[in-house]
Structures are given as structure tokens and as C-alpha cells.
């Protein structure tokens, strides 16, 4: 193997912060940093220091390459949301003196933070958009987090072009102020893939992903259009005012056709990627959406909805569809059921503007200019 180019920056202490990490669940904003963590060439001149929960496994969680200088600084095991929250923004200003720079790879960081450059992402303004993501009480608290961190934070992340525009809009911030660095993907062992007879969902179940909405199109595809008894497996760990989620499969009748497979392993993850047809996610928002992409590097198809980030992420391939228009999306899942390599055009070209190496070059630029 080819050692990686040494990247030289300018003397840093980098702070990580990685409080709102509690346990070895990846979801969407630890996988983002996850990727970009673990495609760093060695680093001269700079020390990354990791903010971490006492029990967290940070080795265990991420694979942090030779060649990064790095310690950890462990803080309580929060036994609350509350508790975290308090630590974010009342013990970790002082505890992070004498960095030059704290990132946090979501809106959990300091408000206020004398001495030190900070850099938040902010992946969506969701709670901006859907109600009751949340329950009432973290609605409210994002909401408040993500406009005060998006004033005071030194620097501002984010996913997408379209959240970055959204950030701009709703907070009135200088787009000068936000970079974009899109989630990226691993390459894939394209010998396992195949097509097979179930499509997926993926994704933390809260209203937001509309998974009702899925399972009402896939309702439809089935009962109007399916000649091969395709499934549905729907993967996620459960997220707030999803329960009826079960009972609606029951009213439809479609208990032999969607299973709940609850949380998986990234391993368990990839073999179904590989295997699945296509991807189904008709969200009302996404900030990003890293299903699809994580399809499209399987080579499968997604249909997504029309609205927010999606349409940036899948480009040309796959299908579009309004995310309560249950019919157009029924035939969707029709169209890739019968012929999904017709959907994948252009997908190396899309493939690419996501490349790992490519965004983790970004992010280091950004590091290197604070």
C-alpha cells in the first residue's frame, strides 16, 4: 500500500467534541464525522483532542489513522439530555482553553467560548420545517440551539447546499460564514451485489423520514403492481412518535410483506444494501440523506421526494416523487422493481462529488484556515 501524502498544517490543538456521543450506535451525524476521521493523512503539526463520555469507546468507534497525534479527555457519563447539555455549555468552555480550535460534528457546542475558534455543524433545521420531529420539549431546545450556535459559533458546517441556504435564510448569516462538506461513502465490494427481491428503508424512525408514507406506497405497488411479492425491510432504531407505525402495516394487511429489523450493524447494513432492489426515502425533510448515496455506492437505485436535499444527493439517478403523492411513488418502486439499472445513469459521476478523500480535503482546509 501507497503511504498517504503528510498534510501540513499550519501548529493547531484541535478539540473534537464528542459529548453527544453515548453509545456505539452510529447514526447520521456520528457517521459523518466517522468518515471524514478516518480518511485523514497524517497530520504534522497538529494534536486532536477528543472530548469523550467516560465509558465511550473512541478506538472502538473509529479507526483513527497512523500518523494522527491525538488524546483523550474524558468527561462524565451523562445519565441525562439534560446533563449533557448543561456540560456543553457550562464546563466545556473552560476545559477547552488552550485549543485553538473546537468542532463539533453537531449543534452541540458552547455558545459562549472565549479564546477559542469554534466550528459547529448544524446538518438541517428539520424542527424548522417538520413538526414534531421531536417531542415538544427537544423541539423547542433545537430549535434555540441551532439559531444561537449558528450566530455566536467562529464558523458554521453543514451538509448540503440546500441547508446551507436554508441556514442563510431562516438565520439571516452571511453565507461566507458556512462551508459545505458533504457526508461521504466507502467503496464497496460490487462482486457482492445483486439484485434481490425486497427494497429498504433506512433511517431513524421519526415523522420526518414520512415512513408512513413509504409503507402506504409500497402498499400501493403491492397491491396494483407487484408480480414478484418484493418486500419491504425497514431499518432503524426507533425515534420519537413512530409507534403506530406496526399498527398501520396491520390495517393494510402487508404484515407478510414489511419487516421491522430495528438497528443493525454496519456489516448487517451492507449485506442488505447488497442484496436490496432499490432504496425507498419519500422524507419531508432531509438535511442530506445518507441512504441514498450508501445505495447508489451498492450501485442501487433510490426513489426519494422531491424536496429539500435529496434531489442533490441522488443527481440523475434514480427516481423523484412528491412525498405524499402515494401513488407516483407506487409506480416509482414499479419502475425500479422491473428495471433498476435503468435508474443508476450518471451514478459515477454523482458518486464522485461525494468521494471521501475529497471531502475530508475540505474539511482539513477549513480546520487549517481558523
Not at 467516560?54 to 445519565?79: A, M, N, T, V, W
Not at 476545559?95 to 466550528?119: E, K, M, S
Not at 414520512?210 to 426507533?238: E, Q, T, W
Request: proline share 5%; with cysteine.
Amino acid at each position: 500500500m501507497i503511504p498517504r501524502a503528510t498534510k501540513h498544517m499550519k501548529r493547531r490543538k484541535i478539540g473534537i467534541n464528542l459529548l453527544s456521543l453515548g453509545s456505539s450506535q452510529i447514526t447520521g451525524t456520528g457517521r459523518f464525522l466517522k468518515q471524514l476521521l478516518e480518511h485523514f493523512p497524517p497530520i504534522e503539526n497538529a494534536e486532536f483532542v477528543f472530548f469523550c463520555q467516560k465509558h465511550f469507546d473512541l478506538e472502538g468507534y473509529f479507526k483513527i489513522p497512523f500518523g494522527i497525534h491525538y488524546r483523550r479527555i474524558d468527561c462524565p457519563s451523562f445519565q441525562s439530555h439534560f446533563a449533557r447539555v448543561a456540560y456543553d455549555q457550562f464546563v466545556l468552555p473552560f476545559r477547552a482553553q488552550g485549543l485553538d480550535v473546537l468542532f463539533c460534528q453537531c449543534a452541540a457546542n458552547p455558545v459562549i467560548h472565549p479564546g477559542v475558534y469554534t466550528i459547529t455543524t448544524i446538518h438541517d433545521l428539520t424542527p424548522f420545517f417538520v413538526r414534531r420531529k421531536y417531542g415538544f420539549v427537544q423541539q423547542s431546545y433545537v430549535r434555540i440551539i441551532s439559531r444561537l450556535l449558528a450566530l455566536t459559533s467562529s464558523h458554521v458546517l453543514t451538509s448540503s447546499e440546500n441547508s446551507r441556504t436554508d441556514l442563510v435564510q431562516r438565520f439571516r448569516i452571511k453565507r461566507s460564514k458556512i462551508d459545505v462538506v458533504y457526508p461521504s461513502y466507502n467503496l464497496k465490494d460490487l462482486s457482492k451485489a445483486s439484485y434481490g427481491d425486497y427494497f429498504l428503508f433506512v433511517g431513524t424512525l421519526q415523522p420526518a423520514k414520512n415512513l408512513s408514507g413509504a409503507i402506504r406506497a409500497f402498499a400501493l405497488f403491492s397491491k396494483k403492481y407487484d408480480k414478484a411479492h418484493h418486500r419491504l425491510i425497514v431499518v432503524g432504531a426507533n425515534g420519537w412518535g413512530q409507534n403506530d407505525c406496526g399498527t398501520l402495516v396491520r390495517d393494510l394487511g402487508m404484515e407478510s410483506r414489511v419487516f421491522f429489523a430495528g438497528y443493525v450493524s454496519d456489516n448487517e447494513l451492507d449485506r442488505l444494501y447488497a442484496g436490496c432492489k432499490g432504496l425507498i426515502l419519500i422524507s419531508l425533510y432531509e438535511g442530506f440523506g445518507i441512504p441514498p448515496l450508501e445505495a447508489l455506492s451498492w450501485n442501487k437505485p433510490s426513489i426519494v421526494s422531491n424536496l429539500s436535499s435529496l434531489p442533490e444527493v441522488v443527481g440523475k439517478t434514480g427516481i423523484q416523487v412528491a412525498p405524499m403523492n402515494y401513488e407516483q411513488a407506487a409506480i416509482a418502486i414499479g419502475n425500479i422493481a422491473e428495471d433498476p439499472g435503468r435508474y443508476l445513469e450518471g451514478r459515477d459521476e454523482q458518486l464522485a462529488k461525494f468521494a471521501p478523500e475529497l471531502q475530508t480535503r475540505r474539511f482539513l482546509k477549513i480546520l487549517d484556515a481558523s
